[in-house]
């Protein structure tokens, strides 16, 4: 009875050269062994994100409780009397002319 021999082929999904450039990158120094190490911790976190991408994920936001949605009304213009303006308007810390005056932040 012949026997089957099936070959495993080890995957990386990022290579120790890689590795090595994004530590040049950030500037820091790392170990043979710890290439090695890094290797295989990236591979299972890309791996892990290879998984997450294979997912459907339905963005139906309707009928589940706690979904989000907009509750704020349309932005629209109103006109208000020239009494209520000023009062509004007195209100203000600092004022010029018809407008309210804030500090210019940058």
Known sequence: MPFLLLAVTIF???TP???EKLATL??????EEDKVSLVKEFDSILGYIDQLKKVEVS???EGRVG????????????QISKEDRER?????PDRE????AVKKIL
């Open 26 to 31: 950030a500037r820091i120094k790392i170990t």
């Open 59 to 61: 963005t139906d936001t």
């Open 88 to 92: 509004l308007l007195n209100e203000a």
């Open 67 to 78: 979904a989000v949605k907009n509750i704020m009304r349309p932005d629209e213009a109103r």
């Open 97 to 100: 002319g018809d407008f309210i």
């Open 12 to 14: 990386n999904m990022i």
């Open 17 to 19: 050269a890689e590795i």
